[in-house]
């Protein structure tokens, strides 16, 4: 079975309805996407899959739907079981794509028969990931191409003297993280810095670090002096 591309919400229920699914959330600029859509492909011609149902569709095109399946970075790989999201893949992991697939297939088709999900460990979960996603990252209002409040636009005037790699995510567009993160991290403002996962602090501590010349290896601790 070819993978069919998604290009509305309606397509979802369309292509996924009644079926076991997995829809590749990617993006064009992404080399990990395009390996991942490679692989994709194949797993697809595969015949232990022949009942599942192959979708993509570009996460940036189709916001509404990434926000439904909470899809916050590329690739994300959601498995729908008659449109409801059992499972997910964050990131380039075709080992974990394949066994949570075959794990799908072969469990009860009545989705009452598993176990309950915990909500606050599967947020957890997701905001591990998150401030993981990239060495430095930053949850700000905005981004870091259009920060939405002073404070924000500040702290990103400051990282970007220094000329260190870093991601951001915009917590005005998705409440579950940006009240979910205050509590995970014991920090009730934003933004807020991470690196290698740790909490660093807000814009008093980045500006304190600037201030005594050590933003630097604090950020990229890995850095040769």
Not at 4 to 26: L, M, N, P, R, W
Not at 33 to 39: F, R
Not at 58 to 81: G, M, R
Not at 89 to 101: H, I, R, S, T, Y
Request: proline share 6%; glycine share 4%.
């Amino acid at each position: 079975m070819s993978v069919v591309q998604i290009t509305a919400e309606s397509d979802v229920e369309k292509y996924a309805k009644d079926k076991t699914a997995v829809i590749h959330f990617y993006a064009d600029w992404s080399e990990e996407c395009k390996h991942m859509n490679t692989l994709f492909n194949e797993l697809s011609k595969d015949s232990k899959y022949g009942q599942v149902v192959f979708a993509k569709c570009v996460a940036e095109d189709l916001p509404k739907l990434s926000l439904n399946y909470k899809v916050s970075a590329v690739p994300t790989f959601i498995i729908l079981k008659n449109l409801k999201a059992v499972d997910r893949v964050e990131g380039a992991d075709p080992e974990n794509l394949d066994k949570k697939l075959l794990q799908q297939l072969n469990s009860p088709a009545n989705t009452t028969t598993q176990p309950p999900v915990d909500p606050k460990e599967e947020l957890n979960k997701r905001l591990l990931s998150l401030i993981n996603r990239h060495k430095v990252m930053i949850f700000m209002k905005g981004d870091r191409n259009t920060p939405r409040c002073g404070f924000s636009r500040t702290l990103i005037q400051i990282i970007n003297e220094t000329c260190v790699p870093y991601d951001t995510f915009d917590i005005l567009h998705d409440e579950e993280v940006r009240q979910g993160l205050k509590i995970f991290s014991n920090w009730p403002t934003y933004p807020q810095v991470y690196v290698k996962g740790e909490l660093i602090g807000g814009l008093d501590i980045i500006a304190e670090l600037k201030a005594t010349g050590e933003l630097v290896p604090v950020l990229d601790p890995d850095m040769k002096p």
